[in-house]
């Protein structure tokens, strides 16, 4: 079973699941969570230890594509986001990061071929990126411009800055800021039998009734960006060739028609400042 080092140190947000730096004193308010994009629970600052979370959770792993998997915290925890598995012959790469990390997962990883590598699209979604890169022996990319949300620093952690990473396999990250100034979307043209995919996190927030994207400073106090920020946006991202869409909660998979439906809503967006 799989015991990370501070498994009883209560040291993980429980709203908004990042781990915080065990070695240093615990701040009143996680900061994260104490900033306009993100909130403070109901009850409170708790503090959570992985060994609470052990009792009664589970990843859900499920295969979206024949290279694409996604993986979700079963019961829900803190946001509730998945993260992506995608597998390729050059190595494999997990896409976004869980708060939570078990034996079954880490065999099933292992399974198809392990991760070369991590990549996170924005801070909320930080969470045990440290306890995940040292089991699989890989870096973390994530955007420079977003350092300051760094709470559990390490040395496995890849700052790149600019408007693109590339990666393998034709695989890149595009930082399309908006929602935080580092926010990213992984662009993946080999999947979709080629048509190209784009994992956006909540970079991109693919609508409930999946018929269109929204772009937002805050979610969950429903906060917009300003026009130039969409601009940005549109700008990094109508290059990029796709049809399929994959967000970070369940019901946001566009499998079809992707880029119409990114333009379509670019223009819906800024249409309202017109």
């Given at each position: 079973m799989y015991h990370p080092a501070n498994e009883q140190l209560s040291c993980i947000c429980a709203t908004c699941g990042t781990q915080y730096d065990p070695v240093n004193s615990l701040p009143g308010l996680c900061r994260i969570c104490n900033d306009d994009r993100q909130y403070i629970g109901d009850a409170g600052q708790t503090w959570i230890s992985w060994a609470a979370l052990a009792n009664d959770r589970t990843i859900r792993i499920q295969q979206l594509q024949p290279e694409l998997f996604d993986l979700r915290i079963t019961p829900s925890f803190a946001i509730g986001q998945k993260a992506h598995l995608l597998l390729s012959e050059a190595g494999n790469l997990l896409w976004d990061c869980l708060p939570f990390l078990d034996e079954p997962t880490i065999a099933f990883i292992r399974s198809k071929g392990g991760l070369r590598g991590i990549a996170i699209s924005?801070?909320?979604?930080?969470?045990?990126?440290?306890?995940?890169?040292?089991?699989?022996?890989?870096p973390v990319y994530l955007h420079a411009n977003d350092r300051q949300w760094i709470m559990n620093p390490s040395d496995r952690l890849h700052r790149w800055s600019g408007e693109t990473m590339p990666l393998w396999a034709n695989l890149s990250i595009v930082n399309t800021g908006g929602h935080f100034p580092g926010s990213c979307v992984l662009y993946a043209p080999h999947l979709s039998d080629g048509n190209g995919a784009l994992l956006a996190g909540d970079s991109i927030y693919v609508t409930r009734d999946r018929r269109g994207l929204t772009f937002m400073y805050s979610y969950p106090n429903h906060l917009p960006l300003r026009r130039n920020a969409v601009e940005q946006i549109r700008d990094r991202v109508a290059p990029l060739a796709f049809d399929s869409i994959y967000g970070a909660f369940d019901w946001?998979?566009?499998?079809?028609?992707?880029h119409q439906l990114f333009d379509e809503s670019i223009w819906r967006y800024l249409a309202i400042f017109d």
């Open positions: 924005h801070p909320h979604y930080y969470s045990l990126m440290n306890e995940w890169a040292a089991v699989f022996d890989c946001q998979r566009i499998d079809t028609n992707g």
